[in-house]
């Protein structure tokens, strides 16, 4: 996919994607984070207006980035689905049936609270692959106390390993001359672990206040930053 660049993490590289997914090809593995499928149907419930132009994106992107490796490990980091199963996410279902090459997994996140008995994906509390522990909510996070995480604690409960996460949904926010900012999707990656942008288009990207290697999205391409 043009503008991926290569990005080497735990002595594993990856290649980042401008949708906000990362490949693995030692591994074979590809990951998503945050997806978050459903939502738009879900606020429609609540009488909340949302274009259902929303969701056709999302399962468009997806079938895009699971067929450029189509026979891949597909790893994702939580909030796959957003709270109750809907009529939207069993569109997922239907897509994944179509990949009998590749195997699915879901690392449950804190919006995954009813999930579906598909045989096509598998659900754990963690997944761990050559030293890379796949988790969704990176250990210490606070979104009320604005902390993305604990480092400390990460190298308590997982000494020795590099974490590969979601939920935090990183961006980056680009000041220029007088008020102008542009605000972006980011990866983030730091000692011990890296963070993936939120996948699904109905997310926001919040600026973190942790130093470490930031990658923005923007018109097509992933950037370098700081």
């Known amino acids: 996919m043009l503008g991926a660049i290569p990005h080497t993490f ?19 593995s590809l990951f998503i984070a945050d997806v978050h499928l459903g939502k738009s149907a879900h606020f429609r ?23 450029r490796h189509a026979k891949a490990q597909i790893v994702f980091l939580g909030d796959l689905f957003h709270n109750l199963q809907n009529k939207e996410t069993e569109d997922l279902h239907e897509l994944i049936s179509t990949y009998s090459d590749s ?3 879901l690392v449950v996140g804190n919006h995954d609270i009813d999930l579906p008995d598909w045989q096509e994906l598998e659900i754990h509390s963690k997944l761990e692959l050559d030293g890379l522990v796949c988790l969704h909510e990176p250990p210490g996070s606070n979104f009320s106390a604005n902390i993305a995480f604990d480092r400390e604690l990460i190298a ?6 590099h974490l590969l996460c979601g939920h935090l949904h990183p961006g980056a926010l680009l000041r220029g001359k007088g008020r102008g900012r542009v605000r972006m999707k980011a990866f ?4 011990g672990i890296g963070v993936l942008p939120a996948f699904g288009p109905f997310t926001g990207a919040h600026a973190l206040q942790e130093e470490g290697q930031y990658f923005g999205i923007a018109e097509g391409q992933v950037l370098r930053l700081f």
């Open 10 to 28: 735990g002595g594993i590289e990856f290649l980042l994607y401008p949708d906000g997914t990362a490949f693995a090809p030692a591994l074979n």
């Open 45 to 67: 419930a609540f009488g909340i207006p949302t274009p259902r132009g929303i969701h056709e994106h999302a399962m468009t992107s997806l079938h895009t980035a699971i067929s």
């Open 103 to 105: 195997e699915f997994h």
């Open 156 to 161: 308590e409960r997982h000494p020795n390993k």
């Open 188 to 191: 983030y990656f730091s000692d």
